[in-house]
């Protein structure tokens, strides 16, 4: 049985499709997801984690198909890189074709896209047929979430008031523990820019040619 608290996928997708936060497991740490075409869902997760407004918001999406509705820059390499690490921990920069908020990528032109490794989260954002945003589940500062019960201290009182809901499969779990490596991929391996090292190394990175 998930733990007392969890919410159902149907409940979940529901939560997001309005404009509702959901806290849930990825194979990092734990993230906390919204709409990312709900400018408002946005803001509120910004909100409730008192995340500054520069920070631009990670996004995950559940294929490379639906990363592609998203950016034209999954092509040469930059493809090659998400075909070998995708599904998983590795988070790719790239220029951003469709209009999301401007608020998920802080007014920039970029877009921060990932595959998740984690098949129930997968079958989730499927399910709501759009990208979420998915910063880490925490207060800003704090160290993020790593159990569902930690996540449901955290947002006690915003999932008490149903401001949060949390999404706990059973058999989902955490992986390394660190978040994601974001990666600013250029057109060879030297002019890569790592903005954030992870479970996936500069080594392995630079194989990918």
């Known amino acids: 049985m998930p733990p007392t608290g969890s919410v159902s996928l149907d409940a979940a997708v ?4 309005a404009g509702g936060a959901v806290a849930f497991p990825t194979e990092t740490v734990f993230g906390l997801g919204a709409d990312a075409t709900n400018a408002d869902a ?5 909100a409730i984690k008192n995340r500054p407004h520069e920070k631009p918001m990670p996004v995950i999406v559940s294929d490379l198909a639906m990363a ?3 950016t034209d820059a999954l092509t040469g390499r930059v493809l090659r890189l998400a075909e070998a690490f995708w599904p998983g921990p590795l988070t790719l920069v790239c220029e951003s074709n469709w209009a999301l908020p401007s608020i998920v990528t802080a007014g920039g032109s970029t877009v921060a896209i990932r595959v998740p490794g984690l098949e129930p989260l997968c079958e989730l954002i499927e399910r709501c047929n759009r990208p979420l945003i998915a910063p880490s ?3 800003a500062g704090d160290a993020p979430a790593m159990t569902c019960e ?3 201290k955290i947002f006690e009182q915003e999932i008490a008031s149903a401001v949060v809901a949390c999404y706990c499969p059973t058999e989902a779990g955490i992986g390394s523990g660190a978040p994601s490596t974001i990666l600013q991929p250029g057109d060879s391996p030297a002019a ?3 903005l954030r090292a ?12």
């Open 192 to 194: 890569d820019r790592i």
């Open 68 to 70: 592609q509705r998203l």
């Open 14 to 17: 529901e939560r997001l499709l």
């Open 198 to 209: 992870g479970p996936i190394g500069a080594d392995d990175i630079a194989r990918v040619r």
């Open 42 to 46: 946005v803001e509120r997760v910004y």
């Open 150 to 152: 930690s996540t449901l």
């Open 137 to 139: 589940a925490n207060r």
